[in-house]
């Protein structure tokens, strides 16, 4: 098969503005798989999706990276190859894969084995992928090839933080710092759809307007001077803020959050906070909650709710598989607001 | 009635090591309590306790202090006069006081007009205290009533901490940094009967003793280089740790702590910590949970957990009333690790 690989990071002098500084790293060259391990499934890909844990690798930004790499963490397909009786029926069948391979059985957290899709296990920028039966799903039957591969990575760990971690009601107000990456859009998405009153900070505001679009009650400029006052004055306080972004910006969230509130971290795009007052959390008993990925139970009722509300993931760009070079560094550029999806 | 009135917080340069420094400040002197308000009782105190709170407020470090202010949380005493027939049933009885006041109806968090029993309102270093009914509660029959009066304002807080926020198991592992303080030993009592694991730290090889007499499986030195590592070496790594010190040892927490663990935090001797490590933090799936005080349903359990393991509160210290300078000396000085109780 064919696939892309990624046989090592950018130096770190170059700034990925460009498609041309992937060239001498990533490369489209044919692989030769392993034979298929029992237990699991050949997928023949059809869409695959960007996350920007694909560009942190790229970039050498991520922990225990091994070359060479095949990327990928979001797929679609068709199962092409079964090598046991159980996994018979899923042949010729479209589906969609989870990207959390061995979670282990503990609902709170992942095991030691635990690994996402695509690093060091063969990803999905790639003509087929090799992964276990038990990450098969049925594709919710509202959505296209397309849209499917935008559900994954950033859905499950989205469905995790907002639901299992974060426990958000329906007719509670939730802020979603920097709006913009994959998951908080899908924040955004399954918030409102769950009756939440959501609002949004970015730094464009076209990326305020498009969260409007996608429900959102409210936005605000975190480039304004004071935006914390005034997003309380036109909010009021938050039950529930779900962060990816963390840094500067983390001491803020004591202020804004109601007394008994949560905040759920899955990410720290900013890095981290300066400090943390620890007597404003223990006054106002706020909940600070870690939150990675999600658990097989996570998924399921990831795609139950999606069918359920009829939610359709927000593509902004469609590419060939070809241009999976032109799509990191779109990613890295940072100004769209929906998901990177390639078509193979 | 006469009751400890404090004036003004003790000048910043004063050292509280004697006990002479009060004599400025904190005087013994009649006071005319206002008619008893409807819906609360008159109890005569028997015994009252120290908590550092007590101190905080006479060295001008707490929020909001208003002065002339009777101090005390804690107190155990008879119900000598009520003036609603309601309320009739508890005249002459040994009560025990909640010293949470208005917590009100969300079992998440206090309301905003919250207060502690003992500034603004009058407390328990008086011969006599005015309380709602709603805060009384009759006394666990295996306590004296020395022991009683060491109960409330730590032992709720820790009840808090340790169940309802915390929500510990039997079988689990727990951290108490900083033995010795009332709350953390309230803590280790709780966490012991109720089948945990318990292990602490201090700089006092005392203290560490006291704490295996009552029930720590282990502890360790902080004042140690490379604690942490030890304790690990010792210990593994732990479910629950629940603090009252933050500081420079917050961060440390997050190496301590077992994946999918809580952090639950109730004080904060040492200030805020330089940094969190939200990378760990989300990778980890760790919950960090502010708790303070507790609600009336929290005080109920508490009581409920006391009477049916036989629980003895850690008394330390007895004086006698009159003896409040000093005792507020002694827990200054931070050498003792049980309860400091004045009996009237």
């Not at 489209?28 to 034979?35: L, S, T």
């Not at 849209?147 to 979603?176: D, M, N, W």
């Not at 972004?245 to 906070?273: C, D, H, K, M």
């Not at 998924?299 to 799509?327: C, D, G, N, W």
Request: aromatic residues 10%; neutral net charge; charged residues 20%.
């Amino acid at each position: 098969m064919y696939a892309w690989r990624l046989h090592a990071s950018l130096p770190k002098t170059a700034q990925p503005t460009g498609d041309k500084v992937w060239a001498d790293v990533l490369k489209w060259e044919k692989v030769d798989p392993p034979p298929l391990p029992s237990g699991y499934v050949r997928v023949k890909l059809r869409s695959s999706a960007l996350n920007r844990r694909d560009l942190w690798i790229g970039l050498g930004l991520y922990p225990g990276i091994r070359y060479p790499a095949i990327l990928g963490s979001d797929g679609c397909g068709e199962v092409v190859e079964v090598n046991h009786e159980s996994a018979s029926k899923w042949k010729g069948q479209r589906v969609l894969l989870n990207p959390s391979l061995n979670w282990g059985n503990d609902e709170r957290v992942q095991s030691d084995s635990y690994e996402i899709l695509g690093m060091p296990s063969w990803g999905t920028f790639a003509e087929f992928v090799d992964i276990p039966v038990s990450n098969l799903h049925p594709v919710p039957e509202h959505l296209s090839d397309t849209e499917a591969a935008a559900v994954p990575l950033a859905g499950l760990t989205a469905y995790r933080a907002t639901f299992t971690q974060g426990h958000l009601q329906s007719g509670e107000k939730v802020l979603i710092p920097g709006i913009g990456g994959g998951v908080a859009v899908w924040v955004l998405q399954l918030a409102v759809a769950a009756g939440a009153e959501v609002w949004v900070t970015s730094s464009s505001p076209h990326k305020l307007e498009k969260a409007q679009q996608l429900g959102a009650a409210g936005g605000i400029l975190y480039t304004q001077a004071d935006w914390t006052t005034e997003l309380s004055r036109r909010a009021g306080s938050f039950h529930l803020i779900v962060d990816g972004v963390g840094g500067e910006f983390f001491p803020l969230y004591q202020q804004l959050i109601a007394p008994g509130g949560r905040i759920v971290v899955y990410g720290a795009t900013r890095g981290n906070p300066p400090t943390l007052d620890l007597r404003r959390l223990f006054w106002k008993q706020v909940y600070i909650i870690g939150s990675t990925m999600g658990s097989p139970s996570d998924f399921h009722a990831l795609l139950r709710f999606i069918q359920e509300k009829k939610i359709k993931p927000f593509v902004e760009t469609t590419l060939p598989l070809s241009a999976l070079p032109e799509a990191l560094t779109q990613l890295w550029r940072g100004t769209q607001i929906g998901k990177i999806v390639l078509n193979h």
